[in-house]
Structures are given as structure tokens and as C-alpha cells.
């Protein structure tokens, strides 16, 4: 069946540090990709996502850009800020294969400042 | 901008009693979701709602939880007996679409159970 792998946690930076956080995936189909974030207390609300091969997903400065020859999705930002601290999953949905929404999961990112 | 409101916030509860939890989705989304999130885990689907008909509960224990959507607005979620292992948060989210067509998911804040 479908599956999502992410990089364990917990990642700590300083703030303005290089941020890359792994997602990976296995998908029978064509599965459209999403990093969700989950700042403490709170449920999880979108951050990006990508509905093809090649498509990049961008928003607050975090990029993640849909590899289908690598199957992976891998989270990216250029200079973290201490309110970047939250909990980040990688998920996937698949039509085509099992056909629900798949969860990694999750990374927790903790930057000092 | 609109919000999917669950309610309790907390909930403590001793095992074999029953436990119901609440929620309320973003006007005119006709999935509903509920997720079962367990400490350093991400979201497990228990069961998918498009409008008042299940279209997924194939991770509901349905021996101790049942879900309903009578009016395909909010749903409740009851858990009867709760045993220890129940404890964790209890997400619902909803989406316009289903979900699968690439649609996000909105989620509310939770509702955290303990059973002790």
C-alpha cells in the first residue's frame, strides 16, 4: 500500500540556518503531495502542495518540489525563524491506489535563537 | 477565516466509561474526516464522511466507536468503553472535495483524551 517516510526527529537549527526537512514516498498512482504544520496546541493546517511531477509548492518561504524519478518531496527553507518551531508532516493522497489521505510521521523542528 | 470547531478541548475520562467528542466543519465542505493522532505520531484516518454517508471506515474499531453525520453538517464521535489505549488527540478535519482530488484538509484544534 501507499506510504510516506520522513526524517526522524527532532531537527534543532539556529535561526536563519538552512532548513531541509526528507519526505519520501510510495504511491501506486498518481498522488498529489502536502507538508502540513502543527504549531503546539493547534490541529494542522496546510503549509504547500504539489499535484504533479515537477511541481513546485511554495508558501512562507518554504519550497518542496514533487520528484517522481526520486519519489520524494523534500521540505525546504532558506533561513529558519524561531516561529518556523512546529511539528512538520509530509502526506500524500492517492485516487489511484489506496485511495485516503497518508500521514508520515511528522518532524519536529525546535530553532534557537 | 472559517475554522473546523471541535469541542471538548480536554477530556479525562476513566476506562469502560463512554466518551463522545464533537464537531463542526467549514460551511459547504462535504467530507468530513476524523483522525486518531497518538504522541509523536501523524494522523490515522478512522473514518471519511461525504456528507452523511461513510465512505471509509475500515481503521474504526467498531466494536467501542461509532461515528455519525445525520445531517451530512456536524458528527459525533463516541467511544464505549474506553480502554486505556484510547488515549491520544482526536482530530476532525474537513475539505470541499474528497480529499483524494488534491483538495486540503482543514483540521480543527483537537480534542485530547485521556483515559486513566
Known amino acids: 500500500g501507499d506510504s510516506v517516510t520522513q526524517m526522524e526527529g527532532p531537527v534543532t537549527l539556529s535561526e536563519e540556518a538552512c532548513l531541509t526537512i526528507?519526505?519520501?514516498?510510495?504511491?501506486?498512482?498518481?498522488?498529489?503531495l502536502f507538508w502540513y504544520v502543527q504549531y503546539p496546541g493547534e490541529g494542522l493546517q496546510l503549509l504547500l502542495k504539489?499535484?504533479?511531477?515537477?511541481d513546485k509548492g511554495s508558501n512562507k518561504g518554504f519550497e518542496a518540489t514533487y520528484r517522481k524519478e526520486t519519489t520524494s518531496f523534500h521540505l525546504e527553507k532558506g533561513s529558519v525563524q524561531v516561529s518556523d518551531s512546529a511539528v512538520y508532516f509530509c502526506?500524500?493522497?492517492?485516487?489511484?491506489?489506496?485511495?485516503?489521505?497518508?500521514f508520515g510521521k511528522g518532524t519536529r523542528l525546535h530553532i534557537l535563537p | 477565516e472559517a475554522e473546523v470547531a471541535q469541542s471538548p478541548r480536554y477530556k479525562i475520562t476513566e476506562k469502560s466509561q463512554a466518551v463522545a467528542f464533537w464537531c463542526d466543519p467549514i460551511?459547504?465542505?462535504?467530507?468530513l474526516y476524523w483522525y486518531r493522532q497518538i504522541l509523536g505520531q501523524g494522523p490515522e484516518l478512522l473514518v471519511q464522511?461525504?456528507?452523511?454517508?461513510?465512505?471509509?471506515d475500515s481503521q474504526l474499531p467498531k466494536d467501542r466507536f461509532s461515528a455519525e453525520r445525520l445531517k451530512g453538517v456536524d458528527s459525533t464521535l463516541k467511544i464505549q468503553p474506553a480502554e486505556l489505549g484510547d488515549s491520544a488527540m482526536y482530530l476532525c478535519?474537513?475539505?470541499?472535495?474528497?480529499?483524494?482530488?488534491?483538495?486540503?484538509?482543514?483540521f480543527g484544534n483537537g480534542t485530547r483524551l485521556t483515559v486513566t
Open positions: 478535519a474537513s475539505s470541499y472535495g474528497q480529499g483524494t482530488d488534491g483538495s486540503p484538509l482543514h
Open positions: 526528507n519526505c519520501t514516498y510510495t504511491a501506486t498512482g498518481y498522488p498529489s
Open positions: 504539489a499535484t504533479k511531477a515537477d
Open positions: 502526506a500524500l493522497s492517492d485516487p489511484g491506489g489506496d485511495d485516503k489521505i497518508i
Open positions: 460551511s459547504g465542505h462535504a467530507t
Open positions: 464522511f461525504q456528507d452523511e454517508s461513510v465512505v471509509d
